[in-house]
């Protein structure tokens, strides 16, 4: 088993790849927008079916407290892929800032010089 100790100061991401999981994430959460309906949706058939007077009303206080937790994890799900993707765009224009000016300043340095080859 090889074991390479990394230096904690190396960060390193793909943007390809942060890109894809951002746009995933905002993919999971437009389909789960249609819980949000279904749950709606549950919860009125319940209170249609419900026999006793006071349970329509129950009903809709058990709607109205859980569709707000509902929204509140989808909001988080379609922020979370908004920021992955930005986080994606942060590599690439960090990679852009840092490339810009390399092959120019590599160009001005002088050969190597390794002074006299000799065979030992």
Do not use: W
Not at 90 to 111: E, I
């Amino acid at each position: 088993m090889d074991v390479r100790e990394e230096d904690p100061m190396d960060v390193a991401g793909n943007p390809n790849e942060a890109h894809s999981a951002g746009q995933n994430t905002q993919a999971a959460a437009d389909a789960a927008n249609a819980v949000r309906g279904q749950f709606t949706g549950a919860a009125q058939a319940c209170a249609d079916a419900a026999k006793e007077a006071s349970l329509p009303g129950a009903y809709g206080g058990y709607q109205a407290h859980f569709i707000d937790r509902i929204n509140a994890v989808l909001t988080l799900a379609q922020t979370s892929g908004i920021n992955i993707q930005t986080g994606a765009a942060a590599l690439v224009a960090t990679d852009s800032d840092n490339s810009t000016g390399f092959g120019q300043a590599q160009s001005t340095l002088p050969s190597i010089n390794r002074g006299s080859v000799r065979a030992i």
